[in-house]
């Protein structure tokens, strides 16, 4: 039977439709569909796909089972090397990862591994109602900070192992960036919620509002018990460009601004936090973050939103899925430009004045690409004289993120690099004895899988040292 060379298309709403709420975007494939896109797949020996995905999920084992229409089967499969399949399957950057790896899309389109995924972890949340058994306890504990996707992969890894674990999570509901940065049209927050129950039906306990740093500290939760600490803080202290006019009201970081939507609810009618609701708005920045914020303040009522990126479309780090949504739902990429200043009105005689202060445009330069900088990305050099203001009256700045410091500040011989990343090994152990550490916290902002990847390692370094005593 001859190879379809393309990929099944994904369902989406219709842009004009979806520009307008916060349902997910992408509404999965049909049963039919999964069968088809599975048959695709050459089931190749040396299984390059499994290579280029961090946690190591048998792919060709699982899409195996759907092409047979065992669902459940896939599911489980995929269950053995990941916690989280319904969060990977939607958020995941296969395109880099699985899918280039892919033998088929060396002639043709990869098989469509992240929608396959997707599709089996989204037939068993809707088919399965059996919870997790917990294991029998092997009487160690271990604690996890934050409950981020390298927490929550470490504490299922070892809770299936048997191991007392309690995961301490800053804010108020389970997930860290799963819940409060990436929006519900592409992430729905049920999916994390269930995703977060399965791990507490194995014996998780998850304790929100606990600011370790602040409520308790690493050396106090030794004290109580644990043998081992995994560190999963995440990355939430958000990079600014030190423009003048950054402090006016109206200017956002895409962290606080993602937190007041996604986790705060601020898109409801009565909200309980503020946050811009109409409006220009303009987002510094080309990442999946600042797509997400592009997005989402369309969402929020704005008349236009506008990407402001210093390089051209060709570097634009994000996914070529979210800019392609972004672009078809009306955002207003303008490329090759910088922001120089934020500018604002401003009444130094009337101080009280209700508008002091508040945003009223950014003025941008015009950018040329010349060498290539460290990273091989050619580097951005501004034209002089070519200097121009964007009206608009809310600004978010996507421009990356930096790890929490709070757990170096207060945590005794735990190193770090220049960028505030916990330096770790191989095993994901840090500069202190038993306190392993993964994720954004260690690398600074990166994807959900190799966040996930490193929980895993984290895991069965720990595992492999507590059941050595």
């Known amino acids: 039977m001859a190879i379809d060379p393309k990929k099944h298309e994904m369902p989406t709403q219709a842009p004009e439709v979806r520009a307008h709420n916060f349902k997910e975007v992408a509404l999965g494939y049909s049963a039919e569909t999964a069968v088809a896109e599975a048959a695709r797949c050459l089931n190749c020996k040396n299984q390059p796909c499994v290579q280029g995905c961090p946690v190591n999920v048998h792919i060709p084992e699982f899409i195996a089972k759907i092409k047979t229409g065992d669902f459940e089967g896939a599911y489980q499969e995929i269950s053995l090397s990941s916690s989280l399949p319904a969060v990977c399957g939607r958020v995941c950057p296969q395109e880099s990862q699985c899918e280039s790896k892919c033998t088929l899309g060396i002639k043709f389109e990869p098989v469509g591994i992240g929608r396959l995924e997707r599709f089996v972890a989204d037939y068993h949340n809707e088919n399965c109602k059996e919870a997790p058994v917990a294991p029998a306890p092997n009487g160690h504990r271990v604690a996890i900070v934050g409950s981020g996707p390298s927490g929550l992969t470490c504490a299922g890894d070892l809770a299936k192992k048997g191991y007392k674990v309690s995961v301490f999570e800053a804010l108020h509901t389970a997930g860290g960036v799963l819940v409060y940065g990436i929006p519900e049209f592409r992430l729905p927050k049920a999916i994390v919620a269930k995703e977060v129950e399965g791990l507490k039906a194995l014996g998780v306990d998850v304790e929100p509002n606990v600011v370790i740093g602040k409520t308790l500290t690493i050396d106090e939760l030794f004290e109580e018990g644990y043998e081992a600490v995994f560190v999963g803080s995440g990355a939430g202290l958000p990079n600014f460009m030190n423009i003048p006019g950054e402090a006016y009201k109206g200017v956002y970081s895409a962290n606080e601004f993602l937190t007041r939507s996604n986790l705060m609810k601020a898109y409801q009618d009565s909200p309980i936090t503020p946050i811009m609701k109409g409006g220009k708005v303009a987002v510094v920045g080309g990442g999946n973050v600042a797509m997400d914020a592009a997005r989402t303040a369309l969402r929020l009522g704005a008349e236009h939103v506008y990407i402001v990126y210093r390089r051209s479309m060709e570097e634009l780090p994000a996914r070529k899925e979210e800019v392609e949504h972004a672009i078809e739902e009306g955002i207003d990429f303008q490329l090759l430009n910088n922001p120089v200043e934020i500018l604002g009105y401003n009444n130094p005689e009337n101080p009280r004045d209700p508008m002091n202060g508040f ?61 505030g990343g916990i330096i770790v090994n191989e095993n994901g152990l840090t500069s202190r004895e038993n306190v392993y550490a993964g994720g954004d916290a260690v690398t600074g902002a990166a994807t959900v899988i190799s966040a996930m990847g490193a929980g895993k390692v984290a895991a069965k370094a720990i595992d492999e040292a507590l059941s050595a005593k």
């Open 359 to 419: 945003v009223t445009g950014m003025k941008c330069i015009k950018m040329e690409l010349g060498e290539p900088d460290a990273k091989g990305r050619r580097r951005p050099m501004p034209i002089e004289g070519s200097e121009f203001v964007l009206d608009v009256d809310t600004v978010v700045m996507a421009i990356g993120t930096s790890p929490n410091p709070l757990i170096k500040a207060t945590t005794k011989g735990l190193e770090v690099n220049n960028h």
